[in-house]
Nanobody, 126 residues
Framework: QVQLAESGGGLVQAGGSLRLSCAAS????????MGWFRQAPGEERVIVAA????????FYADSVKGRFTMSRDNAKNTVYLQMNSLKPEDTALYYC???????????????????WGQGTQVTVSL
């Protein structure tokens, strides 16, 4: 069983920055493909960014490309999402997700992710 715990959310003004963290349990974190998703009120959950085992492959949604950076520290069993130049439309509940995979690749669909955190709220004000 893998447990994920997000942190780092909060209220920030437009143009500001936040760094989300997701700490994972388990001894094989280095074999987890990881993803960050978000869900705004009344909308479906969507992919924000995803990273492969090694960190060598990273995917970003077009809406965050150039502003958000996803990274991972396998020694600390943690993934991060650095969010800069935040906009009000970035307001959402942000989730991290993990998938135990046999190939070092990114996963951008929800279905393959086996484990999900509880989410951390990000609110961006004008």
């Amino acid at each position: 069983q893998v447990q994920l715990a997000e942190s780092g959310g909060g209220l920030v003004q437009a143009g500001g920055s936040l760094r989300l963290s997701c700490a994972a349990s388990g001894r094989t974190f280095s074999r987890y493909a990881m993803g960050w998703f978000r869900q705004a009120p009344g909308e479906e959950r969507v992919i924000v960014a995803a990273i492969s085992w090694s960190g060598g492959s990273i995917f970003y949604a077009d809406s965050v490309k150039g502003r958000f950076t996803m990274s991972r520290d396998n020694a600390k069993n943690t993934v991060y999402l650095q969010m800069n130049s935040l906009k009000p439309e970035d307001t959402a509940l942000y989730y991290c997700a993990a998938s135990i995979t046999y190939i070092d690749y990114v996963i951008v669909e929800e279905t393959p992710y086996d484990y999900w955190g509880q989410g951390t709220q990000v609110t961006v004000s004008l």
